[in-house]
């Protein structure tokens, strides 16, 4: 019987080896690729802009649990936005926070600061350029405090909405501007939320602006489904927090400089508080003069005898 013949592999027949070295991965940021353009080219030449806005939120030592709740309730409203360690409210605050926001790379500034256990004053800053305004916030409440039925997702971008009040004064146009690039959260945020489901309200009355949070409620059942763009029958429901804003002053630059308004109706509540003391104090001192014609007029004006009042003794 013939011998199986071995099968010899010859070098022709063997699959050819690519040497060729695959290129490597490039690294990836919070921004994207690392070889990637940061904006994209446009039709005219140009980059698309892209918002980069970080807030740095912040407040003065001493600050009393309500005041900080409110803070609170206002970083959980940014996701946007960073929160730092309390800053001692000194002359200097302003370029110690200056560096603070340099330091963790933000653009803007919101600084709560609490003066004598009483007041709460609110500075917006864009940093280190300004321009800046002081606050002085009134009206206080915060999310815990109403229990109000709202609710909405966090970190989800609100539709800011503003009165027309705002376009008529040029002070009331730089508020707007700061205000909007303030609490407006990028697109394109890793923490923020792809859609809009609230509503941030901010209206002018009596030269105070007043800021108020509303959820948008769509209904959810079958029956009820509407196609997109019928607005009447979403409704709003608030969620919180409420608070005032009482411009003081606004500046050129971050947390000082040249000042660019000043709001001739402000009056500062320790002004308030001593008006209210000297009122209590007339007060006081009119009681005090009323027993002494009481008793001058008794004394010059005294009463005749009483020919009864001896009659009972026996």
Not at 78 to 100: F, I, Q, R
Request: a positive charge; charged letters at 30%; one cysteine or more.
């Amino acid at each position: 019987m013939a011998k199986k013949r071995k099968h010899v592999e010859s070098e022709d027949q063997e699959a050819p080896v690519d040497n060729k070295v695959a290129p490597p991965r490039p690294k990836r940021t919070l921004l994207g690729w690392k070889d990637k353009p940061v904006g994209e080219p446009r039709s005219d030449g140009g980059e698309v802009f892209r918002n980069k806005e970080k807030v740095l939120v912040t407040c003065s030592r001493r600050i009393i649990f309500r005041y900080r709740h409110l803070m609170l309730n206002v970083v959980s409203l940014l996701p946007h936005c960073k929160k730092d360690n309390k800053v001692e409210s000194k002359e200097s605050k302003g370029a110690t926070l200056n560096e603070l926001v340099e330091l963790r790379n933000c653009s803007s500034c919101l600084f709560f600061e609490c003066r004598k256990a009483k007041d709460l004053y609110l500075w917006m800053s864009k940093c280190p350029n300004g321009p800046s305004v002081k606050f002085l916030v009134n009206a206080v409440h915060t999310m815990e405090e109403l229990k109000l039925t709202g609710n909405h997702l966090k970190g989800s971008r609100p539709l800011l909405t503003f009165s027309s009040n705002f376009d008529g004064k040029p002070h009331w146009k730089l508020l707007k501007e700061i205000i909007s690039q303030i609490f407006g959260i990028p697109k394109d945020h890793r923490k923020a939320k792809p859609y809009y489901d609230h509503v941030f309200v901010f209206s002018i009355l009596d030269d105070h602006i007043w800021f108020r949070n509303y959820q948008i409620s769509v209904p959810h059942n079958e029956s009820e489904k509407f196609d997109r763009g019928g607005l009447e029958k979403m409704t709003l429901v608030e969620v919180g927090p409420r608070f005032c804003l009482n411009p003081i002053k606004i500046f050129a630059g971050s947390f000082g400089g040249p000042t660019l308004y000043d709001n001739p109706f402000y009056v500062s509540p320790n002004q308030i508080r001593a008006l209210e003391k000297k009122n209590k104090a007339g007060k006081y001192a009119k009681k005090v003069k009323a027993k002494t014609r009481r008793k001058m007029h008794e004394m010059s004006n005294p009463l005749e005898p009483d020919e009864f009042a001896d009659l009972w003794k026996d």
